[in-house]
């Protein structure tokens, strides 16, 4: 009978148990069983009857509950199924939607050299932990001179790591901008070729361009915005490990004149370019290389490099 619950109130269900048992009753008999008057009686089997579970009387009869019901429950599943259907539909549609709507907003596409440069201005006035570069020779977007706002993020504690190609730092007055970071607290680093351009500020935010240099002659360049994504944590990992391998970029200062000097030596820039860097005469920057092998007693240039390494003098 647990079935007619929610189809019956508990006065019909205790009504009908009783017709049930007596094999008929009228009003009168049906009131003396359940302790109730004989209108209220007259009542419950009325209602009984227009519910098909009793016959006309009296003397009322019980009815088969699952003629009288089962027509009714059929409808009600059914109606339940189709509800249900009706339900996993509307879910299916939202969470595609969403996932849509979720993809767009982690990615965003943005083109022009204006507009790049404009959103890397604004992923560094934001910052407020770390940034991370790529910064791969011919910028697209600015030239390292002109990245005036890392200046102010530097100076309100954001850390910064960039690693330059090593082309790059023959280029006319970059590495007179990376030297100058460097004294403002940027952790450079360099080596001979990097994949992509890529900016990640905070772990949150990356821009990476989509297109080939203006150099090769492929107008204007797009790039796009990711968000926090496995997108973005590939991108965080890529610069990780190129990270690990680069070698540091370092100052020189007083009781180092020659850390600039061993740096590029050991990125592996020519002596002609490094000497041009410097300032310095071809021949200033063998002899200051030679002394820095007696130094670390080896006779070979392969054997400075390594004990470079070896000594943490970089």
């Known amino acids: 009978m647990s079935d007619v619950v929610e189809l019956l109130s508990a006065a019909e269900q205790h009504a009908y148990r009783l ?16 302790g109730i008057s004989a209108a209220e009686a007259a ?5 009984l009857r227009r519910k098909g579970l009793a016959s006309a009387g009296p003397p009322f ?11 009714r429950l059929l ?14 539909a509307l879910s299916d549609e939202y969470r ?5 709507r979720h993809a767009d907003h982690l990615v965003e596409i943005v083109v022009g050299a204006t507009a790049l440069r404009d959103r890397l201005r604004e992923m560094q006035e934001s910052a407020r932990e770390e940034i991370l570069w790529f910064c791969r020779a011919n910028p697209i977007a600015m030239q390292g001179p002109d ?30 901008s990376i030297v100058e970071a460097v004294k403002l607290g940027e952790h450079s680093r360099t080596l001979p070729a990097l994949p992509v351009r890529l900016a990640i500020a905070d772990g949150s935010l990356a821009i990476c361009p989509l297109v080939p240099d203006a150099s090769r002659g492929v107008g204007e360049p797009s790039a796009a915005l990711i968000r926090s994504s496995e997108l973005l944590d590939a991108l965080k990992a890529l610069f990780e490990s190129y990270w690990e391998r680069a070698t540091p970029l370092l100052a020189d200062d007083r009781d180092d004149p020659d850390k600039l000097l061993l740096s590029l030596f050991v990125a592996g820039m020519p002596d002609k370019s ?9 021949r200033t920057v063998q002899r200051r290389l030679d002394r820095l ?22």
């Open 96 to 100: 595609s939607n969403t996932r849509r």
């Open 147 to 176: 990245n005036t706002e890392e200046t102010s993020a530097l100076e309100r504690g954001v850390r910064y790591r960039a690693i330059y190609e090593l082309e790059l730092l023959e280029k006319p007055g970059e590495l007179d």
């Open 19 to 34: 017709l049930v048992r007596l094999a008929g009753a009228g009003p009168a008999e049906l009131a003396r069983q359940a």
């Open 43 to 47: 009542e419950l089997l009325e209602a």
């Open 293 to 314: 092998m007696t130094v670390a007693g080896v006779d070979t240039r392969a054997g400075l490099a390594f004990q470079a390494g070896k000594r943490g003098w970089l």
């Open 75 to 88: 409808r009600e599943q059914q109606a339940l199924e189709s509800a249900r259907q009706m339900v996993a």
């Open 61 to 71: 009869h019980a009815l088969p509950p699952d003629v009288a019901l089962g027509e």
């Open 274 to 282: 490094i000497a041009t860097q410097l300032g310095v005469s071809r």
